[in-house]
C-alpha cells in the first residue's frame, strides 16, 4: 500500500473491531490523544502515532492496531517465476497418403451356427 491512507480507509479499519458511531468516535479519539486533527488523509508517521494513541485508549483493539500497523509494510514481493519446463519435441502427424491401418473382423468361434440359419427338413 501507499506510504499514506485516507481517512475513510482508517475509519474502516476502525469498523473492524467498532460498531459504526464507535469507530467514528475512538478515532476522534485516537487523533486527539495523538495530538492530530482529522485529515483526508495520513502519512505513515500521523498513522503509527493513531496506532500507539489507540493502543493506550483501548488495549483490546489490538486487531486495528496490527492492521494500521501493516498499512506502511510493503507487500512481499512474489518469488521469481520458475523457468518454463522445456516442451517436449512435437510428435509428427501420419502422412496423409499412409491410409490408417485397418482392423481385422473379430471371426465368430468355429463349430457354432449362427443364429437364424437353422435347416428345415421337409418329411
Do not use: N, W
Not at 500521523?46 to 488495549?59: D, K, V, W
Not at 502427424?93 to 457354432?112: L, M
Amino acid at each position: 500500500m501507499a506510504a499514506g491512507c485516507k481517512h475513510k480507509e482508517i475509519v474502516g479499519i476502525f469498523e473492524l473491531r467498532f460498531d459504526y458511531q464507535s469507530a467514528r468516535t475512538m478515532l476522534s479519539e485516537a487523533l486527539r490523544e495523538a495530538g492530530l486533527e482529522a485529515a483526508s488523509s495520513y502519512e505513515a508517521a500521523e498513522i503509527s502515532a493513531i496506532a500507539t494513541s489507540l493502543a493506550r485508549l483501548s488495549p483490546d483493539a489490538t486487531g486495528v492496531v496490527d492492521a494500521l500497523g501493516a498499512i506502511d509494510t510493503p507487500a512481499p514481493e512474489p518469488p521469481a517465476a520458475k523457468p518454463a519446463a522445456p516442451e517436449p519435441p512435437a510428435t509428427e502427424p501420419p502422412a496423409a497418403d499412409d491410409p490408417p491401418a485397418a482392423k481385422p473382423k473379430p471371426k465368430a468361434p468355429a463349430g457354432k451356427k449362427k443364429a437364424g440359419s437353422k435347416k428345415t427338413s421337409k418329411k
